[in-house]
Structure formats: C-alpha cells, structure tokens
C-alpha cells in the first residue's frame, strides 16, 4: 500500500503524531492492525426507571440541572472539583457525577439532550453514574449515527492525551480512506478452506462491527494470521539451518566419564537424557541450536560444562555468555576447577578487566591460544574475534534481547548454539514459539534438593518473621531480604531497601547485616557477594539483582517485601536462590493488609507451587502475550491479538499450515505464496 506519513493522516497530524508513536503506531498499516481490546454494547437506550445497578447502561435524556463543587487543593483550577449533572427522561431522573472534570461545566447547559453511557452505582441511596461517557444530541435524534453510541463501541488501548473518542474517530476516518488499499498477506487458499473474510471486510468488522459475530469472526482471522506468521518465520529459519554447514564434533565419551567423576555428585536421570541429545546434535554436520529449559537449581550449568567440553576437546573454540558479571565470575571459577585439569585455557572476558588485559586477551582469542572464554555482553563487542569457533552457549537467554543473541555466533562460521532458560514455558508453546530450536527439559531436581517452604505472611507478623530468621541464623545459614526499590517511593505502602537497611541493622544486631544492589559499584557488589559466599555476612539486604547468578548455597531463607510488585516468574527465579542445598529452605512473603483479591491470587499461586512450568502458564495469563513474547525477546512481530496460552489450539493449527507450505516450497517461490513473500519483505525488512 502506499507510503503515506502518520502525520498526515486525518484526525493525527504533527502534534498527535508522536503520542500514536508511544501506542506502536508508526503507519497506516499499524494504525488498521491497533485492535480494540474489549467491546461495549452500547446499541439500546434504557428507561432511567429500568436502570439496575452495577450495570453498564445508555439512556438519552435531558438536562434539568447542573453544579460544580469546588474541593481540595485544585478547587479553583478547571480541572479540580466535581461536575454534577441531574438529567431526566420521561420515565424518571437520576445524577450523573465527574470528579476533577469540572471543565465539562463549559460543554453543556440546561436543556441540553445527551447520550449518557456507563456503569450505574448507588452513592447514599440512590442510583448514579460516576464519571459515563457522554455526547450532546437532539431530542429526536437517534444515536445511530454516533462512533460512541447506539452500536457495538471497540475500546482501544491508549496514552495520555488521546481519547477513547478522538482514537474512534481516527480509526473510522482511516479505515473508510485506507482499507481498500491494503494488501491481504493471508493466503487466498487458507482464507477459503477456514472461511475467512478477506483484509477489507475484516479490519471493517474488527473496528467498526455491526454486531458481535461480525467482531469475533475477524478477530479470530487476525489470531490465526498473527500466529500463522510467527509459525513460517520458525520453520524458515529452521529450513536455513539445516542447509547449513556445521562442525561435525566427535565424541570424546573417556573426557566425558571423568568430567562426570569429578562432580563429586551424581547427574539426573534428565541431566544424562540432555547431555545425550546435545551429544547427538553436535556429531550432526549442520549447526546445532537448542534450547536447554530448566527451573532454577535444575543443573543447567554442568550440561553446558560438557558441551564445552566436547567443542575444546576437538580443538574448537567456545564462548558461555551471561547476562551479569557475578553470574560470569562463577562459572568462570566452576569451569576452570573442573575443565582446568584436562589443560585447557579458559578466560573472563567481562568490562572491568584492565585494558592492557584485555589487549592480550583479545589477541590470544583470535590467535587461538584460547579454549573456552566466559563472559558478559562484552563478549559480542566488534573488536572480539576468534579464530575458530565451534560453540556459544548463551545463559539466561531471556536476559538478552534477539539481537543480541545473534551477534555472538557471528563471530564463526555456522557454530553449534545452546541457549539456557530458566523461565520455564509449557512444552506445547515452547515448540511453537521456538520450533527452530530443538528443545530440551530439565524437570527434575538434583538428588537431596528440597523444594522452599514458601508462606504468604501478613505484615503483622513481621517480628514473628524476624525472630524465625534469627534461629536459622543461630543454626548457620545465612538469609535474603529482597526489596523491590531502593529509594523511598511516594506509595508509602512500598518499602524500599535504603528505608529498611538501617532498621534491619538493629534489629538484627548480633549479626553482619550486608546491603546490595544495581547501582553499586562492580567492585563493591563483588566483594558483598564474596563475604557472603565466606559467611562473613550473615543477611543480604538486597534488590532483584540477586535474581540471577548470586549462588550461595548455606543461604536458605529469603523474606520478599511487598511481593505483588513482582512477576510470578520472577518470584519463582528469586525462590530458585534459595533451593542450592541439602538444607530446607524457607521463601516468605510479606503482604500488606489491604491487597486486591486479584493480588492475594497470584501470590497464592507462587505459595501453592514450585512447577516452574505451571506458574509460567499464570505469568503468561496475567500478563499477557505482548509482555511474555515481545518483539525484543523473541524474533517474532510483536502479537496483538493472539494469546498463545488461550490459543493454542489455532496455535498447532497454524503451525500445520506453515510446516506445509515451508515443507513444500522453502523458497517461497511458488505464486500462490506471494503474499507471504510480501508479509515477510513488509513487516522484517520496513
């Protein structure tokens, strides 16, 4: 379709331009694919007298009078006090009541007829609307003619400064000058064997229904197409690889059983599965990519440590990526106690090094004098190359954006890629979503691992909270106080770290009381951390920045501060910080008294289960699919509309489809895949 600038669209123009960016609206084709979120019926009007309450209702009626109260400190501003209206049809009257509108005095008068829409409450008695939605019209006029009123209203996601109204009618004057001209990506034959409208009738109908039905049936086209896409991108870029030429590892199966040997442990029973099929994957002669899925404390780290092993051993270089400086120290330390002793080099490579340092280190790196290297975000620098590269591992992988995760491979020709995870996604959306990969699972705890006691306490326990972490003390371990900021915040019901720290010295008097987070210096946090690891410090008062990577295995409590600030998936990472030993751990929640129930649920949720898989299924549910599976983490356009969770049924559907066409034409080039081509060219190339 053609080029035309948001700016000069109608209804937009320059000064609105950059408030439809901050929605993601960049074009006239992002404007027609911003979808409603939800519907409102507003198509019959109802007799004041047949309101019932704490029902959303419309009524046409007229206004007999109106007030404006002034209260508070902006009582005089046009914005402050409460704007009161009493209107009546011939059947009764009732109170319309806005708060901090008082401005709406100036857009009405007496006698006025208005369209009146919203949720009916009762304040002292008697029925009200509290802040509706409303519109001047005549008294004969019918609303049939309104965006607002008298049919199926779309209600859109929005920014301060654009309106539900003024987002309507930008919406319904693009639609009508644009939808002719955009092009249909979907497939004429999918369209006609799953009964679709085409892209006219169905952006029509998704922002401008004439009833429900109409609404549902476009919706449930743009969810299969959304996933349809992100299903041929994976199969795509699975087609690539295979036709790729990769390191053929041979096995080293003697290394391995000593590597084994020295754990001074045994693996799991699905440590060994895994082992195996990456094994097996890098013997093939295409590139291997994986992705290692596993719950915090699952052993993730020792399944890399032999697939490093494997790449040194065939005189290849490899690199471990991870997305933090302490997570890097450690398995630094891990891999050089227990891969130093078969004599190979392996390096740190993180930012703070000195900068003569990390000359060497570069220069042997590309000279070859270098077997395994280990490091932060600074291992995908321009000025670091390899000689030979046949491996990169990538920790965290959800720490790092798509980009990011593909500068290191780049770095060789075609290496072998394992990527970690410990956000653990259900198999069926994990193969979906990430079906170039092959997937692997850790579901299994390491032998004498204990899942954390975990307790949602109230606030008004926290001295009884105290003196239980004093007695674990007192038995030697060590514990975590974790606050969701550090500075004061103006919610005076978030506690934050700075606030506390000096408090918890106190309390915890007899005890070395440690403080650690984000904005420290790297030297400062590793030293915490090291006499942490020494037992010298008894408590880690800290942030989220221990989420990944502090591994300190005598520490066995931790107590969170105002939880509901956090991600499921996040409190079950900080809970995973504690599950390092043969120790019982103990994960506490510190609620306030006066949380949602829609709060108290999802904590219920983390205090109910330790299934990684279970909880990311509530994570993905409350959060939806745009923040789980964003553009920046996945590969995938940024979904919409689609849920992968609720929609996993038009997901394997979908995914039939693409695995078809890629299987039968990986070029694309047939003329029946055209618009793909262009769905391709148009959403990854623009």
């Known amino acids: 379709m053609e080029q035309v600038e948001l700016r000069y669209l109608k209804g937009i123009g320059p000064k609105n331009e950059k408030l439809f960016n901050k929605l993601g609206i960049y074009s006239v084709r992002d404007l027609l694919y911003f979808f409603p979120v939800r519907y409102e019926d507003r198509r019959a009007v109802t007799s004041i007298k047949d309101l019932k309450e704490e029902e959303p209702a419309l009524i046409h009626a007229r206004i007999m009078a109106k007030q404006v109260k002034r209260v508070g400190k902006n009582r005089f501003s046009r914005r402050g006090g409460i704007f009161q209206i009493i209107v009546a049809d011939s059947s009764g009257k009732i109170e319309c009541v806005w708060f901090n509108q008082s401005y709406l005095n100036d857009s009405v008068s007496v006698g006025d007829w208005l369209l009146v829409y919203g949720k009916v409450t009762r304040y002292k008695g008697k029925l009200q609307f509290t802040c509706p939605d409303f519109e001047k019209t005549e008294k004969d006029e019918t609303a049939d003619s309104s965006l607002n009123f008298g049919r199926i209203v779309g209600m859109y996601r929005l920014t301060e400064g654009i309106s539900q109204k003024r987002m309507r009618r930008v919406m ?43 609404a549902e049936r476009a919706r449930a086209r743009f969810i299969f197409e959304e996933l349809f ?90 690199s471990l990526m991870v997305p933090t400086e302490i997570l890097a120290y450690q398995h630094y330390e891990t891999c050089k106690r227990l891969l130093g002793p078969f004599g190979y080099t392996i390096e740190l490579l993180v930012s703070k090094i000195p900068k003569a340092k990390r000359r060497r280190l570069l220069e042997n790196l590309a000279g070859g004098k270098i077997d395994i290297v280990i490091g932060t975000h600074s291992l995908i620098e321009e000025d670091v190359q390899f000689k030979q590269l046949g491996l990169v591992v990538i920790d965290e992988q959800h720490k790092f954006g798509v980009s990011q995760r593909a500068l290191l491979p780049k770095k060789g020709v075609n290496p072998d890629c394992l990527v970690m995870s410990a956000t653990p996604i259900p198999r069926s959306l994990a193969l979906s979503l990430y079906g170039d990969l092959d997937l692997s699972i850790l579901d299994e705890l390491p032998r004498g691992r204990k899942n954390p006691e975990t307790l949602l306490i109230p606030e008004g326990k926290r001295n009884k909270v105290y003196e239980f972490i004093k007695g674990k003390l007192r038995e030697g371990r060590q514990a975590y106080i974790v606050f969701p900021v550090i500075e004061e915040s103006q919610d005076q019901d978030l506690l934050s770290l700075n606030q506390m720290y000096g408090e918890l010295k106190k309390i915890f008097s007899e005890f070395q009381v440690a403080i650690f987070h984000g904005r420290m210096k790297k030297e ?103 923040d789980f599976f964003g553009h920046s983490q996945s590969g995938f356009p940024y979904l919409k509309i689609a849920n992968p969770l609720n929609d996993i049924k038009i997901l394997q559907e979908a995914r039939r489809y693409a695995y078809q066409i890629i299987k039968k034409d990986p070029q694309l080039i047939e003329s029946a895949h055209k618009p793909i081509r262009n769905y391709l060219k148009d959403w990854f190339l623009s």
């Open 172 to 214: 319904a004057e693009n639609v009508k000058n644009y939808v002719h001209k955009i092009e249909d990506y979907l497939p004429f034959t999918i369209r006609k064997e799953k009964d679709f409208l085409n892209i006219t009738q169905s952006i029509t109908n998704i922002h401008l229904p004439c009833d429900f039905a109409a």
């Open 229 to 318: 896409f992100s299903q041929i991108t994976v199969y795509l870029r699975k087609a690539k690889r295979v036709m790729q030429s990769g390191v053929a590892f041979k096995m080293v199966s003697r290394l391995l059983d000593t590597l084994k040997q020295r754990l001074g442990f045994s693996l799991t029973s699905a440590q060994l599965k895994v082992i195996g099929e990456i094994c097996e994957d890098m013997q093939k002669p295409y590139p291997m990519h994986r992705l290692l899925q596993g719950d915090v404390g699952s052993g993730k780290t020792v399944v890399a440590l032999c697939a490093l092993a494997i790449c040194a051993a065939n005189e290849y270089q490899a």
């Open 524 to 626: 400062e946090k590793q030293k915490v951390v090291e006499q942490f690891c020494q037992k010298k410090t008894h408590i880690l008062v800290a942030t989220t920045v221990i989420e990944v990577g502090v591994n300190i295995e005598n520490a066995t409590v931790m107590v969170v501060e105002n939880p509901e600030r956090f991600g499921l998936a996040q409190l079950h990472q900080l809970r995973g910080r504690i599950r390092r030993a043969d120790y019982q751990p103990h994960f506490i929640m510190m609620r306030r008294q006066n949380l949602s129930e829609h709060a108290l649920a999802r904590l219920r949720v983390i205090a109910g289960t330790c299934d990684g898989f279970r909880i990311a299924e509530e994570d993905l549910k409350s959060r939806g699919p745009g």
